[in-house]
């Protein structure tokens, strides 16, 4: 059995997450989600509400795992049999940066291999961080993100968090 591990801040989760969470699903036995903090972020979601929006937009898919991780990836991935990463590519910039974290990621855990998988053209230009900025105006997600997020978003642009 290969688990797949697909990493990510996630906040807000958007269509282009939850179409690489679909396709990784076909591919591998088990995938799992993992929400992970970055410090260089102020995030509009705490990791646990990320946690249970992931888990309610994936509730179809049996095969997918939705949890959360303070600690280095290549640790993470240890507690898995036979895990590989996923990460999603838009564009060069993230091919980039996460081929050289593949990299950190072999050298510190040399079982661990990292696949790619290429965003859809319709979500290329789709970010987490443009989702947020959009939402901070006023504009409909639903281009963007499921309609679960965007209503949990509204009622966080509402209630003045």
Do not use: W
């Amino acid at each position: 059995m290969i688990t797949a591990i697909y990493p990510g801040t996630f906040d807000p989760i958007t269509l282009g997450h939850l179409d690489i969470i679909t396709r990784a699903s076909k591919v591998f036995d088990k995938l799992v989600v993992s929400v992970v903090m970055n410090i260089e972020k102020s995030p509009l979601f705490e990791v646990e509400e990320r946690v249970e929006l992931i888990k309610k937009v994936v509730s179809e898919l049996p095969n997918v795992e939705v949890t959360c991780s303070i600690e280095l990836l290549a640790d993470f991935a240890k507690q898995y049999e036979n895990p590989v990463i996923i990460k999603g590519l838009r564009n060069h910039i993230d091919y980039e940066y996460e081929t050289t974290m593949a990299v950190f990621n072999k050298k510190l855990n040399p079982q661990l291999e990292t696949f790619f998988i290429t965003a859809k053209l319709e979500y290329t230009y789709v970010s987490s961080t443009a989702v947020r900025q959009l939402a901070a105006y006023g504009a409909d997600l639903s281009d963007y993100v499921p309609k679960i997020v965007s209503d949990e978003i509204d009622k966080i642009i509402l209630n003045g968090r």
